[in-house]
């Protein structure tokens, strides 16, 4: 599936600046409703708005990194996100160890709507293994995003 509009959407703030603190959009098909997570938990993610960390229940699945309020909010309607970041706009993927345990996950998306790329940032504080799940799942999920765009890309003719 192609990426359409802007690489993030947010319920955050009405901006719609494309870097997760734009407008809330249902983005599910009927589809996708039925297909498993590749990866779930929670992590912190920054928001730029506010300038602070804020913990969120993380879901990687469908192309798609997608955040909520928390676990609850999302069993109780997946369609109800805060935001989300489609993987095949994610230009690159840093991972990085800090002190005291704690370690990140950049995501440098293309904002279509900036034209330019910008940096979506997610931490935790657990243990060395769970980051490198994170990390390993997240990075082959946007491989395949990647790969599925490039071949999509391949397929149009104007």
Same mark, same amino acid.
Not at 16 to 36: A, C, S, Y
Not at 68 to 88: C, K, P, R, V, W
Not at 133 to 141: E, K, M, P, V
């Given at each position: 599936?192609?990426?359409?509009?802007?690489?993030?959407?947010?319920?955050?703030?009405?901006?719609?600046?494309?870097?997760?603190?734009?407008?809330?959009? @249902?983005?599910?098909?009927?589809? =996708? $409703?039925?297909?498993?997570? *590749?990866? /779930? &938990?929670? #992590?912190?993610? +920054?928001? @730029?708005?506010?300038?602070?960390? =804020? $913990?969120?229940?993380?879901? *990687?699945? /469908? &192309?798609? #990194?997608?955040? +909520?309020?928390?676990?609850?909010?999302?069993?109780?309607?997946?369609?109800?996100?805060?935001?989300?970041?489609? #993987?095949?706009?994610?230009?690159?993927?840093?991972?990085?160890?800090?002190?005291?345990?704690?370690?990140?996950?950049?995501?440098?998306?293309?904002?279509?709507?900036?034209?330019?790329?910008?940096?979506?940032?997610?931490?935790?504080?657990?243990?060395?293994?769970?980051?490198?799940?994170?990390?390993?799942?997240?990075?082959?999920?946007?491989?395949?995003?990647?790969?599925?765009?490039?071949?999509?890309?391949?397929?149009?003719?104007?």
């Amino acid at each position: 599936m192609g990426a359409v509009g802007s690489c993030c959407l947010s319920r955050r703030d009405g901006n719609g600046d494309g870097n997760g603190n734009g407008e809330k959009t @249902p983005f599910f098909t009927n589809d =996708e $409703r039925t297909l498993k997570s *590749l990866k /779930s &938990g929670y #992590l912190e993610r +920054y928001n @730029p708005s506010l300038r602070k960390w =804020e $913990r969120r229940w993380f879901v *990687l699945a /469908s &192309g798609k #990194l997608s955040w +909520y309020e928390d676990e609850q909010a999302h069993m109780a309607d997946f369609t109800n996100t805060e935001g989300f970041i489609e #993987l095949s706009l994610v230009k690159s993927i840093q991972r990085e160890t800090e002190s005291g345990g704690r370690w990140s996950i950049s995501l440098h998306v293309f904002d279509r709507l900036k034209g330019e790329v910008v940096v979506n940032k997610v931490q935790g504080s657990g243990p060395q293994r769970e980051y490198a799940t994170w990390h390993d799942i997240l990075f082959s999920a946007w491989e395949k995003a990647q790969r599925d765009e490039a071949r999509l890309r391949g397929k149009l003719t104007y």
